[in-house]
């Protein structure tokens, strides 16, 4: 379970967590979000968003925005395909952070950033290796871009229903690939991800 302990021992003031959703789908943006959270108002059960459900995931992102400082950064499928999936996760990182200064009205004195890759940020910053599993900044953070990025995939399900994205959040389930073989891709697709590239080559 995640706590302060890493927060409480760097004694600096604020410290925001950092992380993503979104690196592994066929479709749609990657999602950032920069987190500093009040320790006196922490909701309950934050943990690493991959083991909470959509349910909790949803209510502990809606406490989130009435008592902690957030910031959300993304980077578009077209950013994606032209810098590949690496640089375009410390692209949306940073817009994440800059997002948050403008919240905070300042530069957070340490970002936390969940991985073992830095952004270039313009405060220092520790990279933490699983970090959404140790640090309540950095799980607070991948909740909400969790949340935030499959609500995106939800909305562009409306346009694109066939593909399943309200499911399965452009991820490349079997209701998903076999969409992609029947309908072929879409503007929201990433054309550099294997199943998208092989399936243009062979049309």
């Known amino acids: 379970m995640p706590d302060f302990l890493l927060e409480l021992s760097r004694g600096l003031e604020p410290i925001a967590g950092i992380d993503e959703a979104g690196r592994g789908p066929l479709a749609g943006p990657i999602v950032a979000a920069a987190v500093v959270l009040d320790r006196a108002r922490l909701p309950r ?18 406490e989130l925005g009435g008592c902690a400082a ?6 578009t499928v077209e950013e994606i395909d032209q810098l590949n999936i690496l640089k375009a996760t410390m692209l949306a990182m940073r817009r994440a952070l800059d997002d948050l200064s403008l919240a905070l009205g300042r530069v957070p004195a340490l970002a936390l950033v969940d ?10 910053a520790e990279a933490v290796v699983r970090g959404d599993g140790k640090s309540f900044s950095i799980a607070a953070a991948s909740i909400v871009a969790k ?21 399965n959040a452009g991820y490349g389930t079997a209701e998903h690939l076999k969409a992609l073989t029947l309908h072929g891709p879409t503007p929201h697709h990433r054309i550099t991800f294997a199943p998208v590239h092989n399936l243009l080559i062979l049309r």
Not at 45 to 62: M, N, Q, T
Not at 115 to 124: A, D, V, W, Y
């Open 115 to 124: 991985g073992n890759r830095l952004p270039e940020l313009p405060c220092r």
């Open 45 to 62: 059960g934050i943990d690493d968003s991959k083991k909470l459900k959509p349910s909790v995931r949803e209510r502990i992102a809606a």
């Open 147 to 167: 949340v935030a990025r499959d609500r995106m995939m939800a909305d562009l399900a409306r346009d694109h229903p066939q593909y399943g994205w309200d499911r």
């Open 70 to 75: 957030i910031g959300l950064g993304q980077a």
